[in-house]
């Protein structure tokens, strides 16, 4: 699980220890990350374990990679967010944020894939977005476009890695209650009241709501399943 130490990351880590799964877990904050794993479930006698990783370099992935054991199961999550319009853009934050949000993932598949750290018929699961793909908004583009590149890889993936039988599939949330998502300066929470309306169900998701669809993609119950992406946006695309 990359991006572990916090909001869907960590959700996604959380409930696959507690459906039985051993977890390999990945972030950048140290204590954070610490704090994810001392609440990873043992109950079926696993031992997970916990890597410190910086993902936004290719020789930091390819650390990771040398590190991790076979895998049957890879949650993608790792991603920053940003809120800026167009005309304020500087190149240097446009490619913080696509290392970030594209790279990163594009680096960790291919290393993952060239390295026969996939088992046969493993499941590979990317954390999109809505973002990029239905909801268009002012100050989106940069994390918008970023994320709209990771279903398309998904997509390549699914088509490259089936030849060892390994599945590629995506989520698209839509807004999720995430410290990522709530540390911003921009917005109030009048604003972000205000957005909720824009979802049939009238409120953001929750990071376990994310998670749920997540495992269901790595599990045996969507063996039939790849190259699709499940949207978890709580109505918002439906309405739009």
Not at 30 to 45: I, Y
Not at 64 to 70: A, E, G, I, M, R
Not at 108 to 114: I, V
Not at 181 to 192: A, C, M, V, W
């Amino acid at each position: 699980m990359t991006g572990a130490s916090s909001g869907i990351g960590r959700a996604t880590a959380i409930e696959c220890s507690k459906l039985g799964a051993t977890v390999v877990i990945t972030g950048r904050n140290e204590q954070r990350l610490n704090d994810t794993f001392n609440v990873l479930d043992k109950t079926f006698g696993q031992q997970h374990e916990s890597i410190i990783a910086d993902l936004s370099t290719e020789e930091g992935v390819a650390e990771l990679v040398s590190k991790v054991p076979q895998l049957d199961g890879v949650s993608s999550n790792a991603g920053v967010a940003m809120t800026q319009l167009i005309k304020y853009i500087k190149e240097d934050t446009l490619l913080d944020v696509w290392n970030s949000n594209t790279v990163s993932h594009v680096n960790l598949a291919k290393f993952l894939f060239k390295k026969k750290k996939l088992n046969q018929a493993a499941s590979y699961v990317f954390t999109a977005s809505i973002g990029g793909t239905t909801s268009f908004g002012p100050g989106n583009s940069v994390y918008g476009m970023s994320k709209a590149a990771i279903n398309s890889f998904m997509r390549f993936c699914a088509i490259e890695f089936a030849t060892k039988m390994i599945r590629c599939n995506s989520v698209s949330p839509g807004m999720i209650v995430t410290p990522m998502t709530q540390d911003s300066s921009t917005f109030t929470k009048e604003d972000y009241e205000k957005d909720a309306e824009k979802y049939l169900l009238k409120r953001y998701g929750r990071p376990e709501e994310v998670a749920n669809a997540i495992v269901f993609l790595l599990s045996d119950a969507s063996s039939f399943i790849t190259g699709e992406t499940i949207i978890v946006d709580g109505g918002f695309t439906a309405n739009h």
